[in-house]
C-alpha cells in the first residue's frame, strides 16, 4: 500500500489514478472475506471512529459504522438534535470535544460545502494526529460514494480483479439532477481518472453548460491535477442521444431539498424525458447495468420495474459493495497515515 500520502479523504480530485487503483484492490480483498457472526478483522484495534452528520443519512452513516466496527474499530455517533450544539457550541469546538475523547477518524457530513476541508485544517494545527472523512458536504463532494460507485462499476465490467483499468474506454451516461448533486462531482472526478468517458444528462435547469468545464481546474486550494489526461465531458441535453453506446448508465436523485427556484414543470414530464424503464435502456444498444446513489424517488428517476430487475439494477450491489470500500478508506486513514 506504499504511495498512500492522503490525511483526510476530503474530495476525488486529490486522488491519483493509483490512489483509486489501492483503493479498490482493498477494497476486492476486504470484500471477499467472510464475515460469520461478530468475526472481525484486528486491524483498527483501539482506534476511535466518531461520525458527526449534521445531515440526514440512510446508508452513508451505517455503512461507515459496520466498516469500522468489522475493524475492530471503537465506534461513537454524534446526533445534532441531542446535542450542545443547540446550546451554541461551535461547530469546531464539538469536533475538538470528540477528538478530546480519542477519536482517531472524523467522518463528516454537512449540508454546507467546505466544512470537513475547515474541520481538517484546524484540527491539523493541534497536536494529535486526527483524520476528516468527508461523508457528503453540500453540493460539493461525497468521496465514499464516488469510490463505491467507481468499484461496483469495475466489477461489473471485471468482477475478479476491479482496478482502473476496467474503466478505461467505457462510456458511462451520467443523468438527472447534476447541478446540485455532490455524488455527480465526485463520480466526474473518479471516472476520468480512470480513462472513462463520461456523458452529462439533463435539462439546463439542472445541468448548466459550465459542467463542461467541470475538469478543467481542481478546486480552490488544491495544487494542480494529479491525472494529468483526463478526458473531458461531454453534455448532452436528450436522453434518446445520450444513451446510444453507453456502457452503464448512473440516475441521480432530484435534490428538492436543495432546490429554491422551480426547476421542473413537474415530476411527471421530468420522468418522461429523463427517467429510465427498460424501454430506455434498450437505447443503449445493449444490456447495461443503472447505477442510483439513493435514495431513489421511485417512478421519477428510475421505473419501480427497472430498478427492481436484478439484472439490470446495481442499486442494492452500491450498498453493499459501501461497506469494504469504507473498510478500506479507514484502513488506509489509520495504517498508511499514521492516525
Ligand atoms: N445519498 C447521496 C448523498 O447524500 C445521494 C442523495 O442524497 O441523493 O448525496
Redesign the pocket.
Known sequence: MSGWVHRHVIDLSAFSTDDFATVLELAQRFRSLPVVGARRLPALQGRLMTTLFF?A????RSSFELAAKRLSADVQSFLPGSSSLAKGESLLDTARTYVAMGANVLVV?HSCAGVPQILAEHLDRGPERVSVLN??DGLHS?PS?GLLDLFTLARHFQPDAPSPAALRGRRIVIVG?VLH???ARSNLWALSACGAEVVLCGPPTLLPDCFADFLAAPPPGQVGDPVPDRIPVRLVRRLEEALPGADAVMT??L?KERMHQHLLTSLESYHRSYGLSHERLALCGRPVPVLH???VNRGVELAGALLDDPERSLVEEQVRNGIPVRMALLYLLATESGV
Not at 57 to 60: F, I, L, M, N, Q
Open positions: 445531515e443519512s440512510t446508508r452513508t457530513r461523508a457528503g461525497h460514494q439532477d448533486s455532490r455524488v441521480l436523485r435534490q446513489p439513493g435514495p
